[in-house]
C-alpha cells in the first residue's frame, strides 16, 4: 500500500492492521518520497509456525499395535470368564470327590468317588485351565492391556501357566494310581499313601483361582515398568 510521507504514523496503523503480518522497514522510493511498508521474512506462515509450534514427534510404536476388534474382544473375554468359572468348578468338585474318599461311609461310595476322579475330572480341569490361559493370552496381546504391562495380568498369567504345568506335570500321572486304589478298595486293603496327598491339588488351585479373580476385579499395583508408562503417556 502506498501512502504520502506525511501520512506515515496513519501508514503504520494501516500496515499494522490490514495485512496478515506487521512491518518492518520502510522504504524511500522515488521523487514524491513516498514510502511503502514491506512484510518481515520472518513472519511468514512457515517461520510463524517453526517458531511457536513444537516440531511433531512420530507416534509411538504402541499406537499401531494390533488389536482384537469390540466384538471379537467381548466373545474372547467371554470364553476366558467361562473358562475361568468352569475351572473352579472342576476344583470345587475334586475337592468334594476326595473328601468323599476319605470320610466316606460306604467303601462302595468310597471306591466310586476315587475312580470318578481319576477318569473323569483331571482331563477337563486341564482342558479349562489351557482355554482360559489362551483367551487371557488374546486379550493380553489384542487389548491396550497387555501381557507384561500391568502388574496384576503379569502375575495371573505366571498363576495360569503354573497350575496348568502342575497338573501336567504332578496330578495327570498319578490318576492311574488314584483309579487303582479305587478299585482295590473293593477287594482288599490298599495302601493310603496313593491318595494321601490329593487334598493339596483342589486347595492350592482354589486359593490361586480366587486370587487371580480378586487380581482382575481390583487390578492393583499399577504398570510393570515406569518406561513403558512414559512412552505409551507421549
Given at each position: 500500500?502506498?501512502?504520502?510521507?506525511?501520512?506515515?504514523?496513519?501508514?503504520?496503523?494501516?500496515?499494522?492492521t490490514s495485512g496478515p503480518h506487521?512491518?518492518?522497514?520502510?522504504?524511500?522510493?522515488?521523487?514524491?518520497?513516498?514510502?511503502?511498508?514491506?512484510?518481515?521474512?520472518?513472519?511468514?506462515?512457515g517461520a510463524a509456525v517453526t517458531s511457536q509450534t513444537p516440531?511433531?514427534?512420530?507416534?509411538?510404536?504402541a499406537a499401531s499395535?494390533?488389536?482384537?476388534?469390540?466384538?471379537?474382544?467381548?466373545?474372547?473375554?467371554?470364553?476366558?470368564?467361562?473358562?475361568a468359572g468352569a475351572w473352579i468348578g472342576?476344583?470345587?468338585?475334586?475337592?468334594?470327590?476326595?473328601?468323599?474318599?476319605?470320610f466316606g461311609a460306604e467303601v462302595n461310595v468310597r471306591s466310586l468317588a476315587y475312580r470318578a476322579l481319576a477318569e473323569f475330572v483331571v482331563r477337563p480341569m486341564l482342558g479349562s485351565g489351557l482355554a482360559c490361559l489362551a483367551t487371557g493370552v488374546v486379550l493380553g496381546v489384542g487389548t491396550a492391556w497387555g501381557l507384561v504391562r500391568y502388574w496384576w495380568v503379569a502375575v495371573k498369567l505366571a498363576l495360569n501357566l503354573a497350575l496348568c504345568i502342575l497338573i501336567v506335570v504332578l496330578l495327570v500321572p498319578g490318576m492311574d494310581a488314584v483309579g487303582a486304589y479305587g478299585e482295590h478298595l473293593l477287594t482288599g486293603t490298599p495302601s493310603s499313601t496313593q491318595v494321601g496327598r490329593l487334598f493339596f491339588p483342589p486347595a492350592v488351585s482354589l486359593s490361586v483361582l480366587t486370587f487371580a479373580t480378586v487380581l482382575a476385579?481390583?487390578?492393583p499395583w499399577g504398570r510393570l515398568r515406569r518406561s513403558t508408562a512414559r512412552r505409551d503417556d507421549r
Open positions: 500500500m502506498i501512502v504520502p510521507i506525511g501520512s506515515a504514523g496513519e501508514a503504520t496503523r494501516r500496515t499494522g506487521p512491518a518492518r522497514s520502510v522504504a524511500v522510493h522515488g521523487a514524491g518520497d513516498q514510502r511503502r511498508c514491506e512484510p518481515d521474512p520472518s513472519d511468514a506462515p516440531e511433531r514427534r512420530s507416534a509411538p510404536a499395535r494390533w488389536r482384537l476388534p469390540r466384538s471379537w474382544r467381548r466373545a474372547t473375554l467371554v470364553l476366558h470368564v467361562i473358562s472342576i476344583d470345587v468338585i475334586v475337592a468334594v470327590l476326595v473328601l468323599t474318599g476319605w476385579v481390583c487390578k
